[in-house]
């Protein structure tokens, strides 16, 4: 079986998660304080908040942007839905924009024409690790006086061009940009998120917020020489991040790039074989985006069953999964605020996820494409 994706863990992340075990100290700790400066470094960004999931990190981040009740973010519904919940945690409604067909995020276009006076922020998507126009965003949004977050749980060391110059995501270009390290991403700590940013007081209410709006964090309370009590301001969370996750993922980040290389060369080889192959659209990278390929998305012919398409694959021992939801066809935001979401969902239902992952080999690229060619023959009546 050619799994969808896979956890590309060596014995030395195994290593470094035992000597937390031996270590004394579980959660909130030196492990997660250590992962937080690293990655910060990794993705260029002055602070790095280590959180429980992205979810919880979407949440926050977007409380410390000034997001609250009463309050409109705008979002794609293009996305998992996640994204739109995290909104709803603050209290505030997400209004969907819809997509770039070519990017699968947000088009700048559909969302300046749905800024209405109760929008306070926009959340775009680098959906499946493909860069969005962040520039374009962030454009309307100083026209706007709007704040930006970045949705970049699927986009560790996907990278965009401005000025010329490659920055990755996470780089201080909005107020701040939220990651997860679920297994299914690039970096997996099994559960976990970082919120980065280079806004100080953002990543200051993030910390506070993410353990309850204690006062004194536990690590500084057992390094005190003298008896120290701690209060809380405020309602918080219970957002942390365990030092087990935290060694993990620090143990991952020095071969980031070369991950992020294999996965691309993968890429590149479905490209190469899918070229002319029964219509079928492989998934476009614009000239000013590097994706990591989180996830490799190809578009079906016309007329294709999808779900007959995917049943043959799975019979021929291939995992692929449905593309990217539209969350406003889900029960909860059926009746948000929204655009016509034409895009959204065409892509929703016509695309599917083929499997990409570290160490799959040009025998299983081949076996893959070589099962979806059988599967859409089968199913466009012997095209
Ligand atoms: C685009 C997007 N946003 C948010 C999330 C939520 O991440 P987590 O599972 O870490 O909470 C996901 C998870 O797959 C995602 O794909």
């Known amino acids: 079986m050619i799994p969808l994706a896979r956890p590309a863990l060596e014995e030395g992340d195994i290593s470094a998660v035992v000597a937390v075990l031996r270590s004394g100290w579980l959660t909130q700790g030196p492990a997660v304080a250590a992962f937080e400066a690293d990655f910060a470094r990794a993705v260029g960004a002055p602070?790095?908040?280590?959180v429980s999931n992205c979810t919880t990190a979407l949440h926050l981040a977007l409380l410390a942007a000034g997001v609250g009740p009463g309050c409109e973010v705008?979002?794609?519904?293009h996305s998992f839905i996640a994204t739109a919940n995290a909104i709803h945690l603050c209290g505030a409604s997400p209004v969907f924009a819809d997509i770039d067909a070519d990017t699968f995020n947000l088009a700048?276009?559909?969302?300046?024409r749905l800024i209405g006076p109760r929008v306070k922020a926009i959340l775009c998507v680098h959906q499946m690790g493909m860069p969005c126009d962040l520039p374009a965003i962030l454009a309307?949004?100083?026209r706007h006086d709007l704040a930006v977050i970045e949705d970049a749980a699927c986009a560790i060391g996907s990278e965009i061009r401005i000025d010329g110059a490659w920055r990755p995501i996470g780089a201080p270009l909005s107020d701040a940009a939220c990651f997860s390290f679920h297994?299914?991403?690039?970096?997996?700590t099994g559960e976990g998120g970082m919120i980065a940013t280079a806004r100080p007081d953002l990543a200051a209410r993030c910390r506070s917020l993410r353990q309850h709006a204690m006062s004194v964090s536990d690590a500084?309370?057992?390094a005190a020489a003298s008896v120290t009590t701690e209060s809380y301001a405020e309602p918080g969370f219970n957002h942390r991040m365990t030092d087990m996750q935290a060694a993990l993922g620090r143990a991952q980040l020095p071969r980031l790039a070369a991950t992020i290389g294999e996965r691309r060369a993968l890429a590149d080889g479905y490209r190469a074989r899918l070229r002319g192959?029964?219509?079928i659209r492989p998934p476009a990278e614009p000239g000013w985006a590097r994706s990591n390929w989180q996830s490799y998305c190809v578009g079906l012919p016309a007329g294709a069953d999808r779900p007959g398409v995917m049943q043959a694959m799975l019979d021929a021992g291939v995992a692929t999964r449905r593309a990217i939801m539209s969350s406003h066809l889900e029960p909860p935001w059926r009746r948000a605020r929204r655009d016509g979401q034409t895009i959204s969902e065409r892509i929703s239902a016509t695309h599917l996820l083929l499997p990409l992952f570290a160490g799959m080999t040009a025998d299983e690229q081949d076996i893959v494409?070589?099962?979806?060619r059988a599967a859409l023959r089968a199913a466009l009546g012997g095209a």
């Open 369 to 372: 494409v070589n099962a979806l």
């Open 108 to 112: 700048p276009e559909a969302v300046e």
């Open 183 to 188: 297994p299914r991403k690039v970096l997996t």
């Open 140 to 142: 309307i949004a100083r």
């Open 277 to 279: 192959t029964l219509a």
């Open 47 to 50: 602070h790095a908040v280590a």
């Open 74 to 77: 705008i979002t794609a519904s």
């Open 220 to 222: 500084d309370r057992h």
